[in-house]
C-alpha cells in the first residue's frame, strides 16, 4: 500500500523512489516501508529522491537509516538524491550525511552506483 503513494522507477535491479517536498511522523511509516519493500523485491541499489523534499524531521531521518540497515543486510547499495539546503542542514546535524552517500541529482546518484543491468526506466506508480 505504501509504495502506491510515491513513484518507483527500476533500472534494471535499481530502483529510485521518489518522495515528497515534506517527510514528517504522518507519513514517515510508508517512507519507510516504501523503501524496505523495493529492497525486499530485490533491489541491489536504491536512490531515494529527495530532491523535491524541502524538509525532514526525525521520524524520515529514522525511515533512512532503517533503509539504510536492511540495505546493508541484503548487499544492497543505498543513497540519497537531494540539494535543498534545509534537507542537507539536517543530514550534517544528525551525521547521516556519513551513513549514506548523498549526491545532487539522481542522475549523479545513479551514476555512483555499481554498474546494473537495464538501461531504460519501468516505472511504476
Not at 518507483?8 to 514528517?24: C, H, K, M, N
Not at 525486499?40 to 533512512?64: E, H, P, Q, R, Y
Not at 543513497?79 to 552517500?101: E, H, M, N, Y
Amino acid at each position: 500500500m505504501s509504495e502506491d503513494r510515491f513513484l518507483v522507477s527500476w533500472y534494471g535491479r535499481t530502483a529510485v523512489v521518489r518522495l515528497p517536498a515534506e517527510i514528517d511522523l504522518t507519513i514517515a511509516d510508508d517512507v519507510r516501508e516504501a523503501l524496505l519493500s523495493v529492497l525486499n523485491k530485490g533491489a541491489l541499489a536504491l536512490v531515494v529522491d529527495m530532491t523535491v523534499t524541502t524538509f525532514c524531521d526525525s521520524a524520515g531521518i529514522t525511515a533512512l537509516v532503517r533503509a539504510s540497515r536492511r540495505a546493508d543486510a541484503t548487499g544492497a547499495t543505498i543513497c540519497v538524491a537531494a540539494s535543498g539546503p534545509p534537507v542537507l542542514r539536517v543530514f550534517s546535524l544528525v551525521g547521516i550525511d556519513r551513513l549514506i552517500d548523498i549526491h545532487p541529482t539522481v542522475d549523479d546518484a545513479r551514476a555512483s552506483l555499481p554498474d546494473q543491468e537495464g538501461s531504460g526506466p519501468m516505472t511504476v506508480a
